[in-house]
Nanobody
C-alpha cells in the first residue's frame, strides 16, 4: 500500500525556518516525481514545489521561489522541503503528493504555523 507520512511542521516566528520530511513506501520511489502542496484556511490546495525522480529538475510556486528548496534522498525514500524566510502567508497544512497514472496519493499533512 502506498503510504506518505509528513513530519517537521510546527509553530515558527516570521523569518524562521523549518524542514519538512515525507517518508514514502509502497511504490518505486526512485521512479516517481514527487510534489509538495499546501492548503491554507479558506483557500484552495496549491502546488508549492515539484521534483523529478532523480532530483534533476525542480519547480516552485512564484510565492516561494528563493525561500523554499525541495530535495530528495532516494536511498531513504524521503522527499524534503526546506523552508526559509517564513512568512505568515505560508501558514497552511502541507501535504506530500505522489501523482500516479490514475490516482493521487496524499499524506495526512503537517501543520505549519508562522506567527509571532
Amino acid at each position: 500500500q502506498v503510504q506518505l507520512v509528513e513530519s517537521g511542521g510546527g509553530l515558527v516566528q516570521p523569518g524562521g525556518s523549518l524542514r519538512l520530511s515525507c517518508a514514502a513506501s509502497g511504490f518505486i520511489f526512485s521512479s516517481a516525481a514527487m510534489n509538495w502542496y499546501r492548503q491554507a484556511p479558506g483557500k484552495e490546495r496549491e502546488l508549492v514545489a515539484a521534483i523529478t525522480n532523480t532530483g534533476g529538475i525542480t519547480n516552485y510556486a512564484d510565492s516561494v521561489k528563493g525561500r523554499f528548496t525541495v530535495s530528495r534522498d532516494n536511498a531513504k525514500n524521503t522527499v524534503y522541503l526546506q523552508m526559509n524566510g517564513l512568512k505568515p502567508e505560508d501558514t497552511a497544512v502541507y501535504f506530500c503528493n505522489y501523482h500516479a497514472t490514475y490516482i493521487n496519493y496524499w499524506g495526512q499533512g503537517t501543520q505549519v504555523t508562522v506567527s509571532s
